[in-house]
């Protein structure tokens, strides 16, 4: 290295951190993220401790340094917060699954909310009134509502997505440690629904004495990568999908009729509709390859919310937690106002279950959705319900509306429900020339629902309230419906 350049590095090297690597010190916890870590400052520099909770003192270890913040590891809770409860799971902490089991579920709740508000506050540039009550709707400033909970917030979910790996021969089934590939080898999940443990129990156990090999991430080799269950909770119907890096299925049809047989035996108040392979041959994370066939039964199971009947296929989405969902949906209804004489566009509709909801009470309801499978869904959804007042479209949403536009479609209502990524920004603009009386956004990020709302602010909506609906809990994800209205 030669003169000059150490010069130049010398001049710009940045000041010293105040922490170093490995050092144990004291921090007071002031904030919570959304993965469930503590955030404190020492002497301005962001520590983020997994399991410290705000309004703490902790005793932490240094244990990664980046330029502008770190991570330390708990070491010791000096003054503990009174929402801090002991985690029910005994896997909490090395499981990645949920990040919020120490925090009481009230806490949870209050915490969502204020999230939400810091988000339509910092990215949204929004007037938060903060206030409960919706009569005073009209005046200034949005109201954001307490998040709505559930009274037994555990065994809550309808599906399971569960990696499946190999130890001592057997086959273990689990979700990953965070941050990592390593499976935590579970038979028990509390948020899950007991119907979906039992199912993963059984298939891990015969798959395994089958011997049926796992995938593994680190080789691209074995065979068997994710199980996937879903329980329809008011139709008690079980689908199984596995999925597989190839086509070929060792001893399938062993496998199938020995996962029949055990679904028999022990859970006999449940039927198993539906085994599936999806082939997944890709090197990547994303769980669903593009092919999907039936092993046995048949392609879809079928559930309900409220008196709406779904059918729903391996690969579409489908809310994972029903009690809240029906609570969601009879909501954005209510934010809907509809009177019968509406045109309503569901961007973003899944197996068009919202769009489903609103056609009992709108003139014509329009829903566009990518996922194919997803829509035909819809389709026999509409049919299975005697509904003749829907139309489904597969396509980007952002693609759709310009064209429905052109075609003379004006819609009063826009409904959407997007992925965590928000809203592209094209389809905002459609929706600012549409210009629909009310726009109802279902969000399950608040950081991209803050960022386009500000779009639909700026192109002249206003955003009138917020009602989060807590459809996770114990994780970070926080669910929210708002409703905007036309300012003409
Ligand atoms: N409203 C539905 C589904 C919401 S999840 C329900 O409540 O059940 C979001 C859906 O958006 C998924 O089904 C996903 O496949 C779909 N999607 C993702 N990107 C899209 C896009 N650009 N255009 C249309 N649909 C999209």
């Not at 469930?36 to 401790?49: A, K, N, S, Y």
């Not at 509502?145 to 190999?166: L, T």
């Not at 129990?201 to 049926?212: F, P």
């Not at 009992?360 to 829509?375: D, L, M």
Request: hydrophobic residues 35%; charged residues 25%; contains cysteine.
């Amino acid at each position: 290295m030669n003169k000059k350049t150490r010069t130049t590095i010398k001049q710009n090297h940045p000041a010293p951190l105040p922490v170093n690597q490995g050092q144990v010190c004291e921090v007071e916890i002031l904030d919570l993220t959304y993965e469930g870590h503590g955030v404190g400052r020492v002497e301005g520099f962001t520590l983020f401790v997994s399991g410290a909770l705000p309004g703490e003192l902790a005793r932490v270890r240094v244990t990664e340094l980046k330029k502008q913040y770190g991570h330390a590891k708990l070491e010791e809770v000096l003054r503990t917060s009174g929402e801090r409860v002991a985690p029910l799971c005994p896997v909490y902490g090395r499981c990645g699954g949920c990040q919020l089991q120490h925090l009481s579920y009230e806490g949870q709740l209050r915490w969502k909310r204020q999230l939400v508000i810091d988000n339509l506050q910092r990215i949204g540039k929004l007037d938060v009134r903060g206030s409960s009550s919706a009569s005073d709707a009209g005046s200034h400033g949005v109201i954001v509502h307490p998040v709505i909970g559930m009274e037994d917030p555990w065994r809550y979910r309808n599906k399971a997505v569960v990696p499946i790996g190999e130890r001592e021969g057997g086959l273990i089934a689990g979700f990953y440690e965070p941050g990592s590939r390593r499976i935590v080898d579970m038979d028990s999940c509390l948020i899950q629904d007991p119907q979906n443990d039992e199912l993963i129990r059984q298939v891990k156990q015969i798959a395994g004495e089958l011997g049926i090999p796992a995938y593994d991430h680190a080789t691209h080799r074995g065979l068997l990568r994710h199980v996937v269950v879903r329980v329809g909770v008011q139709s008690r119907e079980l689908m199984l999908v596995l999925v597989t890096n190839g086509r070929k299925l060792p001893k399938a049809d062993e496998l199938v009729d020995r996962i029949r047989e055990a679904v028999r035996v022990s859970q006999p108040e449940y039927a198993l509709k539906s085994i599936c392979q999806n082939v997944n041959t890709k090197r990547t994370s994303v769980i669903f390859g593009e092919e999907t066939q039936v092993l046995w039964g048949s392609e879809t199971i079928e559930d309900r919310i409220g008196e709406v009947r779904f059918a729903i296929s391996a690969r579409s989405f489908y809310q994972v937690n029903p009690v809240q969902t029906k609570v969601l949906y009879d909501k954005a209804l209510e934010y809907t106002a509809l009177t019968g004489e509406e045109t309503v566009i569901d961007a973003y509709c899944g197996i068009g279950t919202i769009s489903l909801f609103l056609a009992q009470r709108a003139k014509k309801v329009y829903g566009v959705e990518i996922v194919p499978e997803a829509v035909e869904d819809a389709r026999r959804n509409a049919q299975l319900n005697g509904v003749t007042n829907t139309e489904f479209a597969v396509g980007r949403a952002e693609d759709l509306l310009p064209r429905w536009r052109k075609a003379g479609i004006a819609a009063d209502v826009i409904v959407v429900d997007p992925p965590r990524k928000g809203c592209d920004r094209s389809l905002l603009e459609t929706i600012i020339e549409m210009k629909p009386k009310r726009v109802v956004y279902v969000s399950c990020n608040p950081a991209t629902l803050a960022r386009d709302l500000r779009i639909l602010e700026d192109g002249g909506f206003r955003t009138v309230e917020v009602q989060p609906v807590d459809m996770f809990p114990h994780s970070g994800h926080v669910e929210c419906l708002i409703l905007m209205v036309s300012e003409e």
